[in-house]
């Protein structure tokens, strides 16, 4: 199944240095049979984009949870893998599944991550995401303005040299 793992900056070196990553209480998200019944029309490209913006928006609160860490810009950033063992989790959200284990490099086909561009938005929305999830309607613009950049496309091989270039 084609998942997208939400990671920060630090755990994507973390991948490229170990070849491998624990997800976050393993958790992804796909584009699961709840998620397409949710949907009233949509087509696979478009719920997969809809997994994505998901798993992009848990990746701007692991930002929140880890902290600024030196050397890494703050960047949402994904993960696309495809891996074998996913359990759905309907109860956390209609995307969301339970990878079996960690993720090994050899199943990453691409990374999503933000360009310099958008590093202001993102810092911003980090310092109030909290607030926006409990109905603060600033912050909840604030992590519109973040959302509203849209993550550049990586293949796998590129991924030591992005990590190089920043």
């Keep these: 199944m084609r998942v997208y793992v939400p990671v920060t900056l630090a755990m994507l070196a973390g991948l490229v240095a170990d070849h491998t990553l624990h997800a976050r209480s393993g958790t ?25 913006r998901e798993a992009a928006m848990a990746s701007l609160r692991l930002l929140a949870a880890e902290g600024e860490v030196e050397g890494f810009p703050r960047r949402r950033a994904v993960l696309v893998a495809d891996v074998d063992e996913v359990t759905a989790r309907p109860d956390l959200d209609d995307a969301v599944v339970r990878l079996g284990g960690p993720l090994a490099l050899t199943d990453v086909v691409a990374a999503f991550v933000d360009n310099a561009g958008a590093e202001a938005a993102v810092a911003a929305a980090v310092d109030v995401v909290d607030d926006a999830d409990l109905g603060d309607e600033d912050a909840e613009l604030t992590v519109g303005d973040a959302q509203d950049h849209d993550l550049a496309w990586y293949a796998a091989q590129e991924l030591p040299f992005l990590l190089e270039l920043l």
């Design 28 to 52: 992804a998200f796909a584009v699961t049979p709840t998620l397409r019944e949710s949907y009233a029309e949509g087509d696979d490209d478009e719920l997969a984009e809809v997994a994505l």
